[in-house]
């Protein structure tokens, strides 16, 4: 039996938006928080959390850009993933275990300006962006609680992002 066409899906976005609308209030992902405790993410926090990020991103000019995402697996390592691919940016996945070196040259070679990053990466990023042999210009941790001088927030980012799309409806 031929599936319907309203059931098609075309791309990641149009599944998690018909996932969102019919799973809304089920688990989406388990997080494991600082006292090693599971939290349940719904669909609809997983959807808001990203849309509040996007509009972020946006706002910092990441349209059309290649955004690299690095560090242990997370929740904010899928939201960050996805945000890129729903502002139309590049996101590109490098390995944690890369030396500075390498980082730098991967950098290069895919012309990156926003990086995504665990903390325990930040004193590398930091280095890097302050020698400017790279075209980064804005990094973000997917840890911090606050942002810094040179370091965004991603729960930050997300949070204004989802004040700014509540203040436009």
Same mark, same amino acid.
């Given at each position: 039996?031929? /599936?319907?066409?309203?059931?098609?899906?075309? @791309?990641? /976005?149009?599944? =998690?938006?018909?996932?969102?609308? $019919?799973? $809304?209030? $089920?688990?989406?992902?388990?997080?494991?928080?600082?006292?090693?405790?599971? #939290?349940?993410?719904?669909?609809?926090?997983?959807? #808001? @959390?990203?849309?509040?990020?996007?509009?972020?991103? +946006?706002?910092?000019?990441?349209?059309?850009?290649?955004?690299?995402?690095?560090? $242990?697996?997370?929740?904010?390592?899928?939201?960050?993933?996805?945000?890129?691919?729903?502002? %139309? &940016?590049?996101?590109?996945?490098? &390995?944690?275990?890369?030396?500075?070196?390498?980082?730098?040259?991967?950098?290069?070679?895919?012309?990156?300006?926003?990086?995504?990053?665990?903390?325990?990466?930040? &004193?590398?990023?930091?280095?890097?962006?302050? &020698?400017?042999?790279?075209?980064?210009?804005? =990094?973000?941790?997917?840890? +911090?609680? +606050?942002?810094?001088?040179?370091?965004?927030?991603?729960?930050?980012?997300?949070?204004? %992002? +989802?004040?700014?799309?509540?203040?436009?409806?």
């Amino acid at each position: 039996m031929l /599936r319907k066409e309203e059931d098609h899906i075309s @791309d990641l /976005r149009q599944l =998690l938006e018909k996932n969102t609308d $019919k799973y $809304k209030e $089920k688990t989406a992902f388990w997080m494991k928080n600082k006292n090693q405790e599971y #939290t349940a993410i719904t669909y609809n926090q997983l959807y #808001t @959390d990203l849309c509040g990020l996007v509009t972020s991103l +946006k706002n910092l000019g990441m349209k059309d850009k290649r955004i690299a995402i690095i560090g $242990k697996n997370s929740y904010e390592w899928v939201v960050s993933y996805l945000a890129a691919l729903y502002t %139309g &940016d590049v996101p590109v996945l490098l &390995d944690s275990e890369f030396c500075l070196t390498e980082l730098k040259y991967f950098l290069n070679i895919t012309e990156i300006s926003c990086v995504f990053f665990s903390n325990e990466l930040e &004193d590398v990023f930091l280095q890097i962006e302050n &020698d400017g042999v790279t075209g980064l210009e804005t =990094l973000i941790s997917m840890d +911090k609680e +606050k942002s810094e001088e040179k370091v965004l927030s991603l729960k930050e980012l997300i949070e204004e %992002g +989802k004040k700014e799309e509540s203040m436009g409806e």
